[in-house]
């Protein structure tokens, strides 16, 4: 189910029961002469199609252009990038849209410099996008001084549940850490090459490592397609349980 091809009754089901809504938070970046730009997109929007063979969850547009930096290539490479200031406004507005239409269920997973689930600014701009939302929220909607308001007197019983308004929004990674230390995780190395291998397959193109030589590129000759299949389904079992 796609949030793009849905109609009103839809998303208003999705409210009414609390189906998980989910987007890819992704990057246009250089990955080696090798993997495709969209790579850290394409393998977030993946698993989330697989994930929706295994459970209900509605898929919302991803966001492509992010905060990528010019760590692995330069201005020149392809990567696009986008101010972290900028960004964050950006998908605070794309946040409060959403809690504004009654989601109070939302997922955003990332791929993207996400190692040893290391905080990274791409996602700390999520995170902060998804706070300033649901604050402002709260108060435009309960107005001010609500949480002190004798109303809230449960609210710390409160937080361990679904009305608990700061898990209205989550930001987590396409692979736990657990997940990365059973298989690996790099950047357009043997590990990311061959999950997006496993998922894209015409993304990956081995015969042009050599185009461009580069450290981090190097182990990439080693991908193959049944390592990337193991990654998806242990990346599959924990978001799984994540997204719930």
């Not at 990038?81 to 946040?95: G, L, P, S, T, W």
Request: charged content about 25%; some cysteine.
């Amino acid at each position: 189910m796609f949030l793009d091809e849905s109609f009103p009754k839809d998303t208003q089901r999705v409210i009414r029961e609390r189906i998980p809504l989910v987007f890819a938070g992704g990057t246009v970046e250089y990955h080696g002469p090798h993997c495709a730009f969209g790579c850290d997109t394409l393998v977030a929007e993946g698993l989330l199609k697989e994930l929706a063979k295994r459970k209900e969850i509605m898929i919302a547009p991803s966001v492509h252009y992010s905060p990528s930096s010019y760590a692995v290539g330069g201005r020149e490479s392809g990567t696009v990038h986008v101010a972290e200031r900028a960004f964050e406004n950006y998908v605070y507005y794309i946040f409060r849209s959403l809690l504004y239409a009654g989601f109070r269920n939302i997922y955003v997973v990332i791929h993207h410099q996400f190692e040893q689930e290391c905080e990274m600014p791409m996602t700390l701009c999520y995170r902060m996008a998804a706070k300033r939302a649901t604050m402002e929220y709260l108060q435009e909607t309960l107005g001010e001084g609500w949480w002190g308001s004798e109303s809230y007197s449960d609210y710390y019983q409160q937080l361990e549940g679904a009305n608990n308004p700061f898990q209205w929004i989550k930001v987590i990674p396409t692979m736990s850490t657990q997940v990365q230390n059973a298989t690996g995780y790099d950047h357009a190395g043997e590990f990311e090459s061959s999950i997006l291998m496993a998922l894209y397959p015409h993304c990956v193109d081995l015969s042009r490592i050599d185009d461009k030589p580069h450290w981090f590129t190097v182990s990439a000759k080693k991908a193959n397609a049944e390592l990337g299949r193991r990654m998806v389904r242990l990346s599959l079992d924990y978001l799984e349980k994540e997204i719930c």
